[in-house]
């Protein structure tokens, strides 16, 4: 018979104790001399009930000794995370000569998280062991395929214990979230990153926001994202309107939910809201709210005159008794987006004697009447002296010929017109005069545009012909940066069909110009368009038009390195014509149920056959 104790639970609960002294020793008291007096006792502890279970198991019977083997083993991890914390405190700072955190920081985390999970592994499994061996404390043999798997049912415990630890770790250290509803806010677009890399001013942008809010979150994630591009110059800071009511007021905000952009005296206010569903609309176009406030605090004001007075576009439907056109009040709106004052200019705003020395640039849209000399003698000086002119053109209007012929241009005043590639809008021939095109350079006045390639055509609903003149006059520079789909054609006669002697041709559609600084008189600039329609209300909101107009812009006032794409997630509506919802119609109304009801009729005839035939009855009968 054995002479060894019945129980190895006491020798554990001394290791157990011996490690619980070395806890407070270094957690509770962590100072001083009952520290040192209490750690040094918890591991001698320890290390004294490793020696005495391993006596014990050279006295036990075989079946316990391999239970003790793996309780020892268990022990040796505890042992192993009391050596880890040691050498992360003071041991490591006497072998590195100062604290592990300054001489190695790294092997410090390291250190850190590996003691608590060897501890882990040590002591789960431990106690269910333990626990199993209690149970057949007075069985003959011991059963060790049932220590065995508590053994593993405390490891696995172990093993999820530290790995929903990691896993709460990493998660808080990396602060990522993923959204994969379809709702989304809208990311820093190219352009809005582009603003914020030019920035030479500090920025600041402060969040309105109550904790914990979800559209306080969302915003909070575009500007983290935004704030990347110029860390030393934009500084994001979120604040509670409640808790913070003075500096709310110093900035102009009564309530939650607003976000201000200051630079220097200038700020620029708008409110998003804090409820979720009420604010979806204002984060699908985050993005552009956010480059509209941005241009207006970080970028000058400039002005840009629309000449008037020449049957031009305006911002209004046309009059009884002129040409039904469609307004730009889109245009001017986009402009205004775009921190510039539009002011209209004509003889009565002193067209006869000059353009005014603000004038950023001067637009000449869809004008139908001639300018007087003096006016036309007017634009020609601004554009001598280096000005910025954006010109669109309109068949039934005047050739501008003065102004074209020092750009190397003509414009023929035919209309073009394509019977391959076109918008039908009528369904009538005359649709063959809308022409869609995403043949674009790489000149910078159509950045976004070449950028997206054919994902954003530009439409074109009655351009005229427009053609370069050979040779340029000295100086002048020229980039056909939109060119018309190369089955294009001349329609002389207007009978929208290509007829013999009207050639097929990538005609011109949109013209930069650009001749290089003299002394004294800076580079002069200007954009000319085959077709006014092409940024009209309607039009304009075809992406392709839109980045056109907006690229345009930005390149004739020197601003084309902040070109690029706006981001937005706003839902964009499915579109059928006519004979796409005839065809849904009698799909969804006959055809479907036609298919359901052929399917159920295959199925049972199926079953029908494979049913087995009742057996015959002895003597005939049923």
């Not at 918890?42 to 014990?56: E, H, K, Q, T």
């Not at 201000?260 to 206010?269: A, I, S």
Request: net charge neutral.
């Amino acid at each position: 018979m054995s002479t060894r104790p019945t129980s190895g639970l006491p020798v554990t609960l001394a290791f157990v104790g011996g490690l619980l002294a070395v806890f407070i020793g270094e957690r509770i008291l962590g100072v001083g001399t009952g520290r040192m007096l209490l750690s040094a006792l918890g591991v001698a502890v320890a290390v004294g009930a490793v020696a005495w279970r391993f006596v014990l198991r050279r006295k036990a019977s075989a079946d316990r000794r391999t239970v003790d083997g793996w309780v020892l083993g268990l022990y040796g991890l505890g042992l192993g995370a009391l050596a880890l914390y040691f050498l992360q405190a003071d041991v490591g700072a006497i072998l590195l000569g100062g604290p592990v955190a300054q001489k190695a920081p790294k092997l410090a985390v390291v250190l850190a998280a590996l003691f608590p999970a060897l501890l882990a592994c040590g002591l789960m499994p431990l106690a269910l062991v333990e626990a199993a061996c209690a149970a057949m404390e007075r069985a003959p043999v011991l059963e060790t395929g049932r220590a065995k798997s508590a053994l593993f049912s405390g490891l696995g415990l172990a093993f999820v214990l530290v790995f929903a630890f990691a896993s709460m770790f990493v998660a808080t250290q990396a602060n990522t979230t993923w959204d994969l509803s379809y709702f989304r806010t809208a990311k820093p677009g190219d352009s809005t990153r582009k603003v914020v890399r030019g920035l030479n001013e500090p920025l600041t942008v402060t969040l309105f926001f109550p904790p914990a809010n979800e559209v306080g979150e969302a915003v909070g994630q575009y500007f983290r994202d935004l704030s990347v591009e110029s860390p030393q110059l934009l500084t994001v800071e979120r604040m509670d309107q409640a808790v913070e009511p003075a500096r709310a007021r110093t900035l102009g905000v009564s309530n939650n939910g607003t976000i201000v952009l200051v630079r220097g005296d200038r700020k620029e206010p708008f409110t998003v809201g804090l409820e979720l569903d009420r604010a979806r609309g204002q984060l699908q176009r985050l993005d552009q709210e956010v480059q509209k406030r941005l241009l207006t605090v970080a970028k000058p004001r400039r002005v840009i005159y629309f000449t008037a007075g020449h049957g031009e576009r305006a911002e209004t439907r046309p009059v009884p008794g002129e040409l039904p056109r469609p307004p730009v009040a889109q245009l001017k709106e986009m402009l205004r987006a775009q921190n510039v004052d539009v002011r209209p200019l004509g003889a009565a705003e002193g067209l006869g004697h000059e353009v005014p020395a603000d004038a950023a640039v001067v637009v000449v849209l869809g004008a139908t009447q001639d300018f007087l000399p003096e006016e036309m003698t007017a634009l020609r000086e601004y554009v001598g002296r280096g000005g910025r002119l954006w010109l669109a053109l309109e068949p039934e209007g005047p050739d501008f010929q003065q102004l074209l012929t020092p750009m190397g241009l003509k414009y023929l005043k035919t209309p073009l017109a394509n019977d391959q590639v076109f918008f039908r809008t009528s369904r009538q021939l005359s649709d063959r005069a809308n022409l869609g095109t995403a043949s674009y350079s790489s000149h910078p006045s159509v950045t976004s545009l070449s950028a997206m390639a054919g994902q954003a055509p530009v439409a074109f609903l009655g351009a005229g012909a427009l053609d370069q003149l050979q040779p340029l006059p000295n100086g002048v520079m020229q980039d056909i940066s939109v060119r018309a789909h190369g089955a294009t054609f001349a329609d002389a006669n207007g009978n929208f069909a290509p007829d013999p002697g009207e050639m097929r041709r990538s005609w011109p559609l949109v013209v930069a110009v650009e001749q290089p600084a003299t002394a004294g008189k800076p580079p002069m600039r200007a954009v000319v368009m085959a077709d006014a329609d092409a940024v009209s209300d309607g039009v304009l909101t075809n992406m392709g038009n839109a980045y056109l107009a907006a690229d345009t812009l930005r390149w004739l006032t020197g601003e084309e390195a902040i070109s690029g794409t706006v981001s937005s997630e706003e839902d964009v509506p499915i579109q059928h014509t006519r004979e796409q919802d005839v065809a849904w119609f009698y799909v969804t109304v006959f055809l479907a149920p036609a298919l359901v009801l052929a399917v159920g009729f295959v199925t049972t005839r199926r079953r029908g056959r494979r049913a087995p035939r009742p057996a015959p009855v002895a003597g005939g009968e049923r």
